[in-house]
């Protein structure tokens, strides 16, 4: 190893430099408004870093599809008229900060789960893993 190489810190490398080391290409699949307005259900795309709000930024660069699927605030993110949950919620309930959560039933899995089941925005992906972007039509008679 050169001494360049060697006289870094661990963990010292930026989270800039950490995001534009790596492509990544991941299998993208699309539902509802979001295949409509991307022209498929299925593609694949490579963007620099390895975290999901790498590819979200870096796919929403190339589909306008954001304002679909990211709530601004929490009020977008809450569906209303729904009955009040227990007091005691079974098992473990996470959501994501502020800012970095879906609309009223949009969601972004990976590999078949939740952003949020894993480490929301800040989850890493690898290569050949599915990403999901789900907001599916809704009917009212």
């Known amino acids: 190893m050169s001494a360049d190489a060697t006289s870094q810190e661990p963990g010292s490398e930026s989270d800039t ?8 290409t991941v299998e993208v699949r699309c539902t509802g408004h ?15 870093g390895d975290r999901l ?5 870096a796919f929403f660069d190339e589909y306008d599809v954001e304002d679909m699927l990211i709530a601004e605030t929490e009020d977008e993110a809450t ?7 227990p007091e ?14 879906t609309r009223t039933y949009a969601r ?3 590999n078949g789960r939740f952003n949020e089941h894993y480490d ?22």
């Open 17 to 24: 430099d950490r995001s534009t080391e790596a492509t990544t």
């Open 34 to 48: 979001v295949r409509e307005a991307v022209g498929t259900h299925d593609l694949e795309f490579a963007f620099e």
């Open 53 to 57: 709000r790498d590819f979200l930024e």
């Open 79 to 85: 569906a209303h008229g729904w009955a009040e949950p």
């Open 88 to 101: 005691e919620l079974p098992g473990t309930w996470r959501k994501n900060p502020e800012g970095e959560q």
């Open 108 to 110: 972004v899995c990976i």
């Open 120 to 141: 929301g925005f800040e989850s890493e992906l690898e290569d050949g893993d599915r990403v999901a972007l789900i907001y599916p039509f809704m009917f009212c008679c």
